[in-house]
């Protein structure tokens, strides 16, 4: 099958880069010269127009994508075409005006739900899709064949193919992706004028729900404008919320009830995120070790419980404030629990009393 | 100095049990005999109502803290009195409306920023308070050697001492953490009613963003009703951030600028929290691991990296969705990336074709 790739940034490059890898004949084209024999030069696939494709990528910037897939329909009348945005509706709803039903049945729209915080072609990687869910949109009218390809290619990739529809696609991402951003960015931004003292009290739960705020606005600006509906529809839902949990603080204390109910409601939302590997949450105890900032320290750490053969399912580290000093959660299953903690402490580990010596409740 | 802990809950449990190892005399009281039993046979300290206590910590519930200190002052008239609740104002108020001035001079409040998942005394920890900040609300009017009583009881455990005003330090959790925590819950709350399908979309930012809404009601509402006409304060102001953002997404296309300046905006606020230890946030590469699932696969990475001797200062790990493999991201300093891409390459690891063979950009 021949691949070609229009727009050669992340995520194309990264596509080219694991197809190549893969046997397909991938072609490359960019408006930037530059970036598309960066891209070659990587290893992505071959700088060139083709004449008769069989698939064709459009992994441009998502405000031009619908533009550019209507020109890919009329260039490659033989085709199957497919994006990575990550809005759908309104980039199909664009190119149905624009085309008549027949070219539409050669439209595929796809989103791979991959990323980095880094962008452009040098930023790519070959497994980029590796395990990650990729959105496949198609209906009734889609031809089986032309489905097929554009699933074979998310599946070369590494990529977990799902099929769903564009509006669904686009209310779900919506709520998972979209809105959290713009709430990650809000919160982070209530920080720009506060005194260092006060910033200075900010733990690891304001690092986390804030993490994402570090992302690129010219990018996220594109995609919140093409998903706009739908991340205005939760970010009602959210206000509404807000609302009501303002309007409890202000009349307290009578209305207690309403704070309790939406820290609550956040525990059974929180529920609803699937665990490692899409499955229900596992229930894993954590170690903690204390550890101090000298250079291997983490490293010995790491050693050590690699000898003691524990398998660690997750490992958060957290940073202290103002002393050189941090710890770190081991996530591990809890028959594992008293292996480790007593090979860690007989090898010197600093671990709270509490786990070195936990006393039976009388 | 002799210390009186009244409430052993996770924190007085964990007070207790640093300051007796620290060779502090602690007797401990609770309104439950089987929690200060428990807190006792942990090695807190002594079950006892002692007749003439230095210091008296009040860590209670926060919504019967004010009450339990007012009886404290009348109790102990020579002790100094501190507390462990997260809100300070509405404290101070309540215990001037109950007492005189001069006793008032025994009172100086306090708040260890430090806390866990779990509560109660079971799951208290000598450590807890270890580089952690540890607030303390003084004023002109109290006396040096009671405000030095309590910075030593901070200082022996471990925490890293802050005075502050305490409606500068009610104003910063509240932006810090109250208000986060809040619509980290509110953020949650929205996947409850969505389809399966829908939240399998769900990626590590929003894992990210909402790991804080797992935490009690019962206790968040007592911190939230105490703190509630701060909190609202910040909730109004993320709540104007937000109506902007929804007017700009309603009448699009002439309001991308203030969609991205939104976004531009959380990264202005994001880079203004502390990096470890309360310096500036230094800059760190990732490398990126990936890892399939079978037992054991983490430790043998953690052995191998500690036998490269190269220092680590993050990890994150991301759990794929569908498939067994996971991505390790490692961060260590720009020097030390070369010998850690090739030393984890050469044991057979799984790193990203980038990492492997970045060729130079022409």
Chains 1, 2 share one sequence.
Not at 99 to 104: F, G, P, Q, S
Not at 247 to 261: C, E, K, N, W
């Amino acid at each position: 099958m021949n691949v070609h790739i229009v727009g050669t940034g992340l995520l194309g490059t990264s596509l080219g880069l694991s197809l190549s890898r893969h046997g397909y004949r991938v072609t490359l084209e960019d408006l930037s010269p530059t970036a598309v024999q960066l891209a070659a030069d990587m290893g992505a696939g071959e700088a060139d127009h083709p004449k008769d494709p069989d698939v064709v990528v459009i992994a441009t910037p998502p405000d031009v994508v619908a533009q550019v897939i209507v020109d890919a329909l009329r260039t490659w009348p033989n085709a199957t075409i497919t994006d990575v945005a990550s809005v759908k509706t309104a980039i199909l709803d664009a190119v149905k005006q624009h085309t008549r039903d027949r070219e539409l049945d050669r439209y595929i729209g796809s989103h791979p739900m991959a990323g980095r915080e880094k962008s452009g072609a040098i930023a790519a990687r070959a497994d980029l899709f590796m395990g990650r869910p990729w959105v496949v949109c198609s209906d009734e009218d889609t031809p089986q064949e032309r489905l097929e390809q554009v699933v074979t290619i998310a599946q070369a990739v590494g990529a977990s193919v799902m099929h769903l529809d564009p509006l669904f696609h686009d209310s779900s991402v919506a709520r998972v992706s979209h809105a959290p951003q713009v709430v990650a960015s809000i919160m982070a931004a209530q920080l720009i004028d506060m005194p260092s003292e006060g910033v200075a009290l900010a733990g690891q739960g304001l690092r986390d729900t804030t993490r994402i705020a570090d992302s690129d606005p010219g990018l996220w600006t594109q995609i919140l404008a093409g998903n706009a509906a739908e991340v205005a529809a939760v970010l009602r839902d959210i206000r509404s919320d807000l609302d009501r949990v303002i309007d409890a603080l202000d009349v307290r204390p009578g209305s207690l009830r309403t704070i309790a109910g939406s820290i609550a409601a956040g525990n059974d939302g929180r529920a609803r995120i699937p665990g490692k590997h899409g499955m229900a949450p596992a229930t894993y105890e954590t170690v903690t070790v204390y550890v101090d900032d000298a250079p291997g320290t983490l490293s010995r750490l790491f050693a050590d419980i690699g000898g003691l053969g524990v398998n660690i399912e997750d490992i958060r580290i957290d940073h202290a404030t103002g002393v050189k000093l941090g710890s770190v959660e081991l996530s591990v299953v809890p028959a594992h629990v008293q292996v480790l903690v007593q090979g860690l402490s007989e090898n010197g580990w600093r671990l709270p009393e509490q786990a070195l010596d936990p006393k039976e409740e009388k």
